[in-house]
């Protein structure tokens, strides 16, 4: 069975930084891309990075520049480099393998950043 764990989330002040980590299991072959997405509450679930296997990366426009996305040599293991916080990156950030069609999510771990 498919098994997606976030960490790293928490509460930190604007102008800060956090790293969320994301380890897969369960998977014997690569399926897609390595990515992170968010929702906000009273809002829909956004793209914010992904890495495909080649280690190509692609970015929401409102996290270039502060956010990087890496992953792990070997295994699926990924990651999410967060600095320079703002207010509005709050939200729960969820991993995912393959894009959002795919039913293969962490559980969430909450990011707050407070003014």
């Known amino acids: 069975q498919v098994q997606l764990v976030e960490s790293g989330g928490g509460l930190v002040q604007a102008g800060g930084s956090l790293r969320l980590s994301c380890v897969a299991s369960?998977?014997?072959?690569?399926?897609?891309?390595l990515g992170w997405y968010r929702q906000a509450p009273g809002h829909e679930r956004e793209f914010v990075a992904r890495?495909?296997?080649?280690?190509?990366?692609n970015y929401a426009d409102s996290v270039k520049g502060r956010f990087t996305i890496s992953r792990a040599n070997a295994g699926y293991t990924w990651y999410l480099q967060m600095n320079s916080l703002r207010p509005d990156d709050t939200a729960v950030y969820y991993c995912?393998?393959?894009?959002?069609?795919?039913?293969?999510w962490g559980q969430g771990t909450q990011v707050t950043v407070s003014s």
């Open positions: 890495i495909t296997d080649g280690g190509s990366t």
């Open positions: 995912n393998i393959g894009g959002p069609t795919t039913d293969y």
């Open positions: 369960g998977f014997l072959r690569t399926t897609g891309s």
